[in-house]
């Protein structure tokens, strides 16, 4: 899959832009006064979907950030995806982060698995487990296994993947995007070294989450 040179806006945003910005021209052709609230809905969609390019990291040895927004686990947790102990990062991206998922290893995905689940607030831990998910599990190009998670939140309903089993990714490729809140898992192996911390702001692709 290729890394699209998309504008700034992300391209998952177009239809709801155009939707958002057609229904506040309507109403401001009536009223002036009561298409303020539309504009405010439509500028909320233009930056929600705001998909800035990014300064990729050249150590060989980083795993990177696949999302935007702030480290809520830095912990020794099972990986139930790649039957192992591992050291699990986690990202919880509110309304107001880029949801472009980037990913965080160059490496071979070995395998893609969705669950369907439940739509809980993303910032729990349970909603690693309960909700909606998708996970990417990643033979790094060191050789080493890299679990990278997509999880729904609250007002998340869609997640979108758009590689599959035997693709190779780049780090920092653009592979899917989850929609109005939500969180990134990644497990990595124990001898991994945590460069984050819980409470810690992190931008995709451009912050360095651990090193091999």
């Known amino acids: 899959m290729n890394n699209y040179p998309h504008p700034i806006i992300a391209r998952e945003g177009w239809p709801f832009l155009a939707i958002a910005f057609a229904v506040a021209l309507v109403v401001s052709a009536y009223s002036v006064a009561i298409s303020i609230p539309f504009w405010i809905i439509a500028l909320f969609v233009l930056q929600f979907f705001r998909d800035p390019a990014r300064v990729i990291p050249q150590q060989p040895n980083a795993v990177l950030s696949p999302a935007d927004g702030r480290i809520v686990v830095v912990e020794k947790a099972h990986d139930p995806y790649a039957g192992r102990e591992a050291l699990k990062i986690s990202v919880f ?84 995007f989850i929609r109005f809140g939500s969180r990134v898992d990644v497990y990595l192996p124990l001898s991994a070294n945590p460069k984050v911390a819980v409470g810690d702001k992190v931008s995709a692709t451009e912050t360095i989450l651990a090193e091999f």
């Open 93 to 176: 991206m509110n309304v107001f982060n880029v949801h472009s998922n980037r990913a965080p290893v160059d490496g071979e995905i070995v395998n893609v698995q969705y669950f369907p689940g439940k739509f809980v607030n993303a910032d729990l831990d349970k909603a690693s487990i309960e909700n909606e998910r998708n996970a990417l599990t990643i033979t790094a190009a060191n050789g080493q296994t890299v679990t990278c998670v997509q999880v729904a939140g609250l007002i998340a309903r869609r997640i979108l993947c758009y590689v599959k089993t035997g693709n190779s990714l780049r780090r920092g490729q653009r592979y899917g």
